[in-house]
Structures are given as C-alpha cells and as structure tokens.
Nanobody, 125 residues
Framework: EVQLQASGGGLVQAGGSLRLSCAAS????????IGWFRQAPGKEREAISS????????FYGDSVKGRFTISTDNAKNTVDLQINSLRPEDTAVYYC??????????????????WGQGTLVTVSS
C-alpha cells in the first residue's frame, strides 16, 4: 500500500525557515513524481512545488519561487521542501502527493492519486 506522510511544520515568525519532509513507502521510489501543495482556510489548494525522479526536473509556483527549494533523499525515501523567507501569507496546511512516472510541466491536484495527511505551517507577523 502506498503511504505518504508530511512532517516538519510548526510556528515561525516572518522571515524564518522550516524544512518539511515527505516520507514515502509502498512504491518504487526511483520512478515517481512527488508534489507539494498547500491549502489555507477558505482557499483553494495551491500547487507549490514538485520533483520527478526520471530527469530531476522541478516545478515551483510563482508565489514561492526563489524562497522554497525541493530535494530528494533516496537513502531515507523522503522528498524535502526547504521553505525560507516565510511570510504570513504562507500560513497553510502543506500536503505532499505522489504518483508513478515523471511529473507534468505544471502539477495539478487531479494528477495525483496518493496523498499524505499534511502538516501545518503557521507564520506570525
């Protein structure tokens, strides 16, 4: 059974940083697309980043480009998201999602069949 678990969220002040992790199990980790999404209360789910194992290509949403960095740790079967220069508007539940194969150029929610529970990031001003 494919399982994903996001972790690493917390409460930080504006300008701070966190490192989020997505732990994956139950599928072949060298042929995957892992995406990160976030959702604030009352707002739609937003695609923020992804990475594909076949070519190492990455995607970043415009709102986080230059501040967030996605990476893989194959030894740990995790995909990490370093989130820097945080702003109050970054406050959301952050979800990781996965599926087999390479990522599309721009990720979207319906592409992914497997989802973790999410981890809460709260940024205070």
């Amino acid at each position: 059974e494919v399982q994903l678990q996001a972790s690493g969220g917390g409460l930080v002040q504006a300008g701070g940083s966190l490192r989020l992790s997505c732990a994956a199990s139950g599928f072949i980790f060298d042929d995957y697309c892992i995406g990160w999404f976030r959702q604030a209360p009352g707002k739609e789910r937003e695609a923020i980043s992804s990475i594909g194992s076949r070519d190492g290509s990455t995607f970043y949403g415009d709102s986080v480009k230059g501040r967030f960095t996605i990476s893989t740790d194959n030894a740990k079967n995790t995909v990490d998201l370093q989130i820097n220069s945080l702003r109050p508007e970054d406050t959301a539940v952050y979800y990781c999602a996965g599926d087999l194969g390479n990522c599309p150029l721009v990720i979207y929610e319906e592409y992914f069949n497997h989802w973790g529970q999410g981890t809460l990031v709260t940024v205070s001003s």
